[in-house]
């Protein structure tokens, strides 16, 4: 093995890590604010994919605009969806099996409403620079990755500054560390839950817009990449920005490095991060970031 | 009110004089297609009231019970074609998916609530993919049952009828006995019970175990009925996603932590299922999501709990007691 075939797979899992982050925060911050697993997660993402592509293919809007404008289409969406459906839902510091089952409710719906439409066949974007690549030494790096991992990585700087800065993110930020304490100083739960679920919505739209340049994609688009952004909270800790960014990165390193293991051929390679998932839920409960904290606190 | 002897009410009778009904059904020269139909909702009914023993009575929504109802099809699909009995490929059909939920719950059960949900969904599908690749299951293409029998659809009706009512007579002693209130104990609070003697971890691996046996003997009757099975992901795959769902639905539907609930929401799932998929193959998921929407937020205790209501209002009074009772 030379030193390009080790290096390959690092280029292509700190590309794939932008993505997998962007499609994790999302969920992130909506389980975090509201304490919903959210399972729909993958039929948003699904119908992100479609938006672009029929945007490219009616109007020639290039798939990265056509992500951009998911956000703001997604971010209403989803406050609709948590005004009709998600705030009935009885209030709990825990994920409850009624969340879970709702949820689900709506990804089935969502699910059987793209296939009516668009039909059971996959899709994908072409786009003038699907095929291009730049090249570095001896590395041919394609372009269209490059732009996603550069589009999701500013996404999600914006995002971070944003709510760090707003009335808003620190109303939600006080609502994730503690939620009684917040509403005693006037933080509005209600007004709160609807914008992060609706910014949850939007970036799950985006992130599902980007990964279309990548992959083809059919209404049954969104369930490995759910599986993977369970992976991605799980091993982040569930409600941490930078947990996310770790659990993206580890898991892309995973997953483009298991085909160096001997034998495993790469029908196999899915069961992977699934069995992944399990093992972080085991040893790493409170994920990375639970870990680091435990090592500061103690040293 | 005397508890002495058990009263010999409607509710105690109507289960048994259904049941004897159904015995004697396929006698009256009835369609076979009606048949068909009873067969499979039997089958799905048992799964019903198997996955209700883990996620009703106790507290734990798994999502991977399409594993048992796989590995169930497929240990009977190979046993028999490998000349064996049946019947003995039924019983180590449940033998093998008792050993897969000790796989599967060893692990799994050391987390709690929506975590063990999620975990399950992980192995759920990494055993999918497994099983779509290996050599023995035929892979992608699926593996055909080849019995050297007749084929007799009575047999087969009479299998699923058998194996349904000894399921509903487990859920009924699961619900009854000490085991039971030990698992509700850990359903409303896992600490308490701990704290009440109660083992969480290893309840949840028996009862655990034996929801997998029924699940299996399912899978294994029903492959032994369809003859030709597949591990793929898309509908009608015994390892697909779309099982599990249909596994868990049909509880929810009827109403979780019931003994009856389960078996109403296997009987009407099973029904509109064969309905449904011939009638709108196109729409059958969205009327699934719309159904459990609406019984999440409007009746979260399903059908049982509706009807409950619907009787309840022209009950006496006195009647109350009984339906504080059932929750």
């Keep these: ?299 | 009110m005397k508890t002495g002897l058990p009263r010999l009410g409607a509710k105690t009778i109507l289960p048994f004089v259904l049941l004897l009904a159904l015995l004697v059904l396929p006698a009256s020269g009835i369609k076979p297609n009606i048949i068909r139909i009873l067969f499979i909702t039997f089958v799905w009914t048992i799964t019903s009231i198997a996955w209700n023993l883990v996620g009703g009575f106790t507290g734990q929504v798994s999502f991977g019970f399409a594993v048992f109802y796989g590995l169930g099809a497929y240990t009977a699909g190979l046993l028999i074609n490998a000349g064996g009995n049946p019947y003995f490929a039924f019983i180590a059909a449940s033998g093998v998916a008792v050993l897969a939920s000790f796989l599967v719950g060893l692990p799994t059960f050391r987390l709690r609530g929506p975590y063990f949900a999620i975990a399950t969904i992980g192995v759920t599908e990494a055993i999918r993919v497994i099983m779509g690749n290996l050599k023995i299951t035929g892979g992608a293409s699926g593996l055909s049952i080849i019995e050297h029998r007749q084929f007799r659809q009575v047999e087969h009706y009479y299998t699923a009828l058998v194996t349904l009512a000894l399921a509903v007579a487990v859920s009924v002693l699961v619900a009854k006995s000490r085991f039971g209130l030990a698992l509700r104990a850990i359903k409303q609070d896992e600490d308490a019970a701990a704290d009440l003697g109660v083992n969480p971890y290893q309840a949840k691996l028996w009862i655990h175990a034996i929801a997998a046996a029924l699940t299996g003997v399912a899978g294994a009757i029903h492959a032994r009925y369809a003859v030709f099975i597949d591990p793929s992901g898309g509908a009608g795959g015994v390892f697909a996603f779309q099982t599990g769902i249909s596994i868990l639905l049909m509880p929810v539907i009827g109403g979780i932590g019931t003994v009856w609930g389960p078996v109403l929401g296997g009987l009407v799932f099973g029904i509109v299922e064969e309905e449904l998929v011939v009638n709108f193959p196109n729409i059958h998921l969205l009327l699934y999501g719309v159904l459990l929407i609406l019984i999440i937020l409007l009746e979260p205790e399903g059908l049982a709990g509706l009807l409950r209501k619907l009787f309840g209002l022209f009950r006496r009074p006195s009647g109350d007691s009984e339906s504080q009772r059932a929750y």
Excluded: C
């Excluded at chain 1, 029929?54 to 969406?77: C, K, N, Q, S, T």
């Excluded at chain 1, 990548?214 to 800790?237: A, E, H, K, T």
């Excluded at chain 1, 995973?254 to 069995?275: C, D, K, N, T």
């Design chain 1, 1 to 299: 093995m030379t030193f390009e075939d080790f290096l390959d797979p690092l280029i292509s899992a700190l590309l794939l890590a932008g993505i997998y982050a962007a499609m994790s925060v999302g969920m992130t911050i909506i389980y975090g604010v509201m304490k919903i697993v959210n399972l729909a997660h993958a039929s948003f993402m699904m119908l992100g994919a479609y938006f672009a592509y029929e945007l490219f293919e009616r109007f020639h809007i290039d798939p990265i605009l056509g992500a951009i404008a998911a956000l703001p289409v997604f971010f209403l969406f989803g406050m609709a969806v948590h005004r009709l459906l998600v705030r009935w839902l009885p209030k709990s510091d825990q994920p409850t099996l009624a969340s879970l089952l709702l949820m689900f409710g709506l990804s089935l719906v969502l699910q059987n409403v793209a296939y009516l439409v668009w039909k059971n066949e996959d899709r994908s974007i072409t786009t003038s620079y699907t095929l291009s690549s730049y090249h570095l030494g001896p590395f041919g790096i394609s372009k269209v990755r490059v732009i996603v991992f550069v589009a999701a990585v500013v996404s999600i700087v914006v995002l971070q500054i944003a709510l760090r800065r707003s009335w808003f993110g620190r109303g939600m930020r006080s609502l994730i560390q503690n939620p009684y304490a917040s509403q005693i100083v006037g933080v509005d739960d209600r007004k709160t839950s609807m914008f992060t679920f609706g910014l949850g919505t939007a970036f799950a739209g985006f992130a599902g817009a980007l990964l279309a340049l990548l992959f083809s994609f059919s209404p049954d688009f969104g369930r490995p990449f759910l599986l993977r952004s369970f992976v991605i909270i799980v091993l982040g800790g569930l409600e941490s920005f930078s947990g996310v960014a770790i659990g993206a990165l580890i898991l892309a390193l995973v997953e483009s490095y298991s085909i160096f293991i001997p034998g495993l051929e790469a029908s196999y390679q899915p069961a992977i991060s699934y069995g992944l998932l399990v093992v972080v839920l085991l040893i790493l409960p409170k994920g990375i970031a639970g870990l680091l904290e435990r090592k500061w606190r103690s040293g």
